[in-house]
């Protein structure tokens, strides 16, 4: 008996290592360069294996959107369980994990430039795009709650932590020099307190 040419395995792999280098693709040249030579270029295999294991670009490219932001969750996730289970300390390891690698990255501000541009053109990665953002506020809703901030007010706190930490992020990963990880989590942390006060 003839043994696979590929096993699942190499076939997850191989999938990987072309979400991977379309991530780079995205992240060095945008959306205007990311074509199906480009990627294969980028990854070193045949433009056809793109096609074999995505369909085509626009479909590695939705898929790279959601391998990105299952990282960047699973970046967050990792920071609250490693401060134990003190709801403060909690909410605030969320919040400041975007402010250390691997999510302050100017890479991977590229790449989620290139993905935000996405958003508004195809309803695909808008799906995707809110699907990820609304996790992410359902996250920071529930951190909420243990610390003990009323249901009502949970939906716009979470969107308020959404908006600052995004904004944090941009000036770090644009402005190194002008803003540190300790003084955006300082900022973030001090903003937080404020707002959990006023409700």
Request: aromatic fraction near 6%.
């Amino acid at each position: 008996m003839r043994k696979p040419a590929f096993t699942r395995a190499e076939a997850v792999a191989r999938r990987l290592s072309l979400i991977e280098a379309a991530a780079r693709v995205l992240a060095r040249d945008g959306t205007s360069g990311a074509s199906v030579r480009a990627i294969a270029l980028e990854g070193g295999v045949s433009p056809g294996l793109i096609v074999h294991h995505f369909g085509g670009v626009d479909a590695l490219i939705a898929a790279t959107y959601a391998h990105v932001g299952d990282r960047v969750a699973a970046a967050l996730d990792a920071a609250v369980a490693a401060v134990g289970p003190e709801p403060r300390a909690r909410l605030n390891a969320y919040v400041a994990a975007s402010f250390a690698p691997p999510i302050a990255d100017r890479a991977l501000l590229a790449t989620w430039t290139a993905f935000w541009g996405l958003v508004i053109a195809r309803a695909d990665i808008a799906t995707l795009h809110e699907a990820q953002y609304a996790r992410y506020r359902a996250e920071v809703e529930e951190l909420l709650g243990a610390c003990g901030l009323a249901a009502p007010a949970r939906r716009r706190a979470a969107i308020a932590i959404t908006a600052l930490v995004d904004g944090l992020w941009l000036e770090l990963c644009l402005s190194p020099e002008v803003i540190g990880p300790d003084e955006a989590r300082a900022i973030a942390e001090m903003q937080i307190a404020a707002l959990l006060e006023s409700c």
